[in-house]
């Protein structure tokens, strides 16, 4: 046999195993190399250009200027306006082998460099503008495996470090290793001659990791998490974290006489659970702020059984749960001087010989009753107790994040939670956080006129549906307020941002969002500024105050 032949035989396989061994895959979180080759490495950086003026010749940010001129001598900018027009926001161009150190550099559009806040949009578009350039161009050099990936800060290392984080994340924990996605290692791109937010960098971390972990909690199939199967993995995910963790069970619900809660409950052979969590940043004798999740891990609409449609997503109705339970360890782990309560009902919604029934009357702890009209809007059901119960501990101020009501949906589509607050305070706080995060809110009215509604009926105190048509988002919030039991309150109703189609926003791939997580971070954070500090500048007191 020839050695033509031979070489043509044997190519395929060589072939095979080159690529083998520069293949890298996540195990358990850690990336491991199969093969002892070096590992390839990739570096982002930004581009500012007017993306209405095709001839725009585009100016780099600075790291991306001292990078050309220093390790490249000009060929970076000279290749990029040869590939053409300036990548927009959301563009990435990537150029091979320009230096040894980096086998690939993914160029990234940042729009106009005179982007700012948005009044309009309410929003700060420079911040969003860098989270997308930073995960779609650590989304490139992922899919190049490359290992090893170090991103610029972009002018604002916090962002940068969500966008590439939060970018990067692939729910695939439930495949086999073999065939998961490669992951690569990310790290920040500094100059030593220019400034570096090391500390920027670290918040973003957090905040994007504790993002992740609720878009994981929330994917997980409703088999594999169960109200004990949640908890188990709560304790597990804060053990050593400086978050405490109770775990309640249903004894404990009946001597608290917790009855909506339990009604809730009662359809499913899985037992109820209610988390009780505790993390104090600062002297245990000031008052807490208490967080409520609703954690239901499946709902099935009861009696009103839900269309199929949207069953297939109703694994993630712990959205409010998971974002709870993540914001605490990054609360923690940001060691916030703050004294955070997290109260988290853990149930399923289902079918069942002792399922809750149209019509069924229960009476709750303050001896008010409700009439169940719908057994399908069970969200304020389970929510009820954990507010009853948060008296105990004189909160501050009490924020709940639930998945209620479809009617968000249909209002906003995908692009904001809801927010019903009876303080000035809270609202402008929340609205402060979501502007630097980029995931927004928006107000929507406590009326009476919703409160009425409710408390029409004449036999009993309240429906769990109300009279009239509509507006149920609505006429939820103000049946949980019927059950406040004192003080500034904030509710969220998060169903519409539950989950995305992966086009919305390009740091998120299709599937659960872990939205409002961020924010509810960046909110409790304000939390620490003085209430006179809370307009305008809040944000960036804020920030100055965690960087310390």
Known sequence: MSFGILRQILRPHVKS??????????HDGRITEQCSNPASRGLVLGVY?????????????????????SYTSGRL?????????????????????????????AVCGLGSECLGYDDVEKMDISKEAIRIAASRGCQELQNLE????SVEDFGHAESAAEGAHMGLWVNQELRSVEHRAFVPQLQLYYEPELPCDSNGWRIGLAKAEAQNLARQLQETPSNLMTPTTF????????????????????????????????????????????????????????????????????????????????????????TGAACV???????????????????IPLCESMLGSNAMKPGDVITVKNGKSI???????????????????????????????????????????RVCCAVFTNSEELWERMQNASIHTGDRVWRLPLWDYFTQQICSAEHVDVQNMGQGEGANSCKAAALLREFLPCGKWMHIDALNVMKTKGTEYPYLRRGMTGRPTRTLIEFI??????????GSSGIKKESQQMHQ
Not at 17 to 26: D, E, K, N, S
Not at 325 to 343: F, Q, Y
Not at 525 to 534: E, I, K, N, P
Request: proline content about 5%; charged content about 20%.
């Open 17 to 26: 195993l080159q690529g083998q061994a520069y293949r890298c895959l996540q």
């Open 49 to 69: 250009a007017d993306e209405n003026d095709r001839l725009d010749i585009g100016v780099l940010t600075p790291t991306a200027a001292k990078y050309n001129e």
């Open 77 to 105: 900018l000279e290749l990029l306006r040869l590939a053409g027009p300036m990548p927009k926001r959301g563009e990435v161009r990537i150029l091979y082998n320009l230096e040894p150190t980096y086998s690939a550099v």
């Open 146 to 149: 490359t290992s090893r990936i």
């Open 231 to 318: 908890a188990q993995n709560v304790v597990q995910i804060l053990c050593n974290s400086g978050v405490n963790v109770e775990v309640k069970v249903r004894g404990w619900a009946e001597n608290e006489e917790m009855t909506s809660f339990l009604t809730v409950a009662k359809g499913s052979c899985e037992p109820p659970i209610f988390l009780e969590l505790s993390y104090y940043g600062t002297d245990t004798k000031e008052r807490p702020i208490v967080l409520i999740g609703q954690g239901n891990t499946f709902d099935s609409g009861g009696l009103c059984l839900k269309p199929l449609e949207a069953l297939t997503d109703m694994r993630g109705d712990m």
């Open 325 to 343: 339970v993540a914001a605490s360890r990054a609360i923690a782990a940001l060691k916030l001087p703050v004294n955070i309560r997290a109260l």
């Open 371 to 413: 009439e169940i009209v719908k057994t399908s809007n069970e969200a304020p059901l389970a929510l009820i107790d954990a507010l009853l119960y948060a008296e105990h501990f004189g909160p501050k101020f009490i924020v709940d994040v639930s998945t209620i009501s479809k009617a968000t949906m249909e209002s906003f589509g």
């Open 525 to 534: 954070a304000q939390s620490v500024v003085q209430c006179g500090d809370c």
